[in-house]
């Protein structure tokens, strides 16, 4: 039986800033868009945020009519970067097999450690202690026989949570909770779920399996086999980060072709940068245009694998320049990459351009890092064309 943890940093982004700016502790923070504009949504938010109904993923606008006298914090990715990756410097040592699902939170399997570490509760609490005695970042860890069982274990007792349901007890842990905790049940589907009925995961379990496979098809059955304590062991380890994207909506709907493609430019750095801090390389670009009328087109190419902001910013304009065929105003602007590799340190001896290159991304990086992403800059978009 495999012995599974899910470790969930507690409000990563704004445990961040509270590092950087002690004077935000205890105070309502909300990380995302300039609620100036009135667009764009809320990334992350403190409990005490919270406590004004505020969440991720609200429209910005909506959140600061319900906290106005809140902290609102544009985020410093460069910084969030640079601590998951001293979190996951901790957890390898320990830990046999590590799959990084996002910035803040890590899949690892035990399985067969209870001879090394004695009791897995115990030492999840060691984990914990060390990360936030190191770090002062507060996480929450979930122990299951599957990732399904630790994902939700993970969030059951948030902050600060070590839950551990034992192999046979998943479906008796479940049977209360609400169907939205399951992972991958959304807006829609919890919708459509509670007009049929299903409002705790039990009313799902006492249902047959065909039932949901009709109604909704793989997902239906992933639904019941979650709803049953069933989930998946397999660890993505080569791949372990789908995509990194960043996207920017406009305060006002712009017109200005060269202002679109400046926003482009400084998207395109910062998602380098973040490639950067992984010491990861893409090959696949992809960018994502949404005009006024919410018409969204996308386009992407993969080239030969880089983290060079020069390369993926002449491939993204391309991009945008073939898309870009309509006169209507623009709403937002968003680069996506994909298809990620490790980077590759070796160089040609012969190619001094290339090694100088190299030299000054590290150089910039590393001050990015120390200093925040605006901190210096290349230039503007034309000087990179």
């Known amino acids: 039986m495999k012995t599974i943890f899910h470790l969930d940093l507690d409000t990563f982004f704004v445990s961040v800033e509270r590092i950087l700016n002690p004077n935000l502790i205890g105070k309502p923070v909300i990380v995302g868009a300039n609620p100036k504009y009135g667009r764009g949504v809320v990334a992350a938010c403190s409990y005490e945020a919270r406590e ?11 959140a600061y009519k319900l906290c106005p006298n809140g902290i609102y914090v544009n985020g410093t990715m460069g910084e969030y970067s ?3 990756e001293e979190v996951k410097k901790i957890l390898e040592k320990y830990a046999p097999v590590i799959q990084q699902a996002s910035i803040d939170e890590f899949y690892m399997d035990f399985s067969g450690t ?32 599957n990732k399904t069982i630790a994902k939700i274990c993970s969030d059951y007792a948030k902050p600060k949570g070590v839950t551990f349901i034992f192999p046979g007890m998943e479906k008796a842990f479940l049977a ?42 793989k997902a239906g059955t992933s639904l019941w086999n979650k709803a049953n304590g069933m ?4 660890f993505n380890i080569n791949h372990e980060r789908l995509s990194i994207s960043k996207e920017r909506t406009y305060g006002k709907d712009e017109v200005n072709k060269e202002k679109i493609e400046d926003t482009l430019f ?19 670009i992809s960018i994502k245009l949404r005009y006024s009328d919410f018409v969204t087109i996308t386009r992407a190419k993969t080239i030969k694998a880089t983290n060079d902001d020069k390369t993926i910013y002449e491939t993204a304009s391309k991009l945008f320049n073939n898309a870009y065929s309509r006169r209507v105003a623009v709403r937002l602007i968003g680069i996506h990459l994909t298809n ?17 290159r190299k030299n000054m991304l590290k150089a910039v990086t ?20």
């Open 52 to 62: 004004y109904g505020i969440h991720s993923a609200m429209p910005i606008k909506q």
């Open 82 to 84: 640079r601590f998951s």
């Open 114 to 145: 209870q001879k090394i570490y004695g009791s897995l509760f115990t030492f999840a609490k060691k984990i914990q202690n060390e990360i936030e005695k190191e770090l002062l970042l507060p996480c929450s860890i979930g122990i299951g026989s």
């Open 176 to 217: 209360p909770l609400p169907v939205e905790v399951i992972p991958g049940v959304g807006r829609v589907m919890l919708e459509s779920l509670n007009s049929k009925g299903f409002f705790k995961i039990e009313d799902i379990a006492k249902v047959s399996e065909e039932y949901f496979s009709l109604a909704y098809g």
């Open 231 to 234: 989930g998946s062991t397999n």
């Open 266 to 284: 400084n998207l395109v750095g910062k998602v380098c940068q973040i490639l950067r801090d992984k010491n990861w390389e893409a090959a696949t």
């Open 340 to 356: 990620f590799s490790e980077f590759n340190t070796q160089e040609n001896l012969f190619d001094t351009e290339s090694k100088v």
């Open 366 to 385: 590393s001050i990015r890092d120390k200093f925040g992403f605006g901190s210096i800059k290349f230039g503007n978009s034309g000087a990179q064309k």
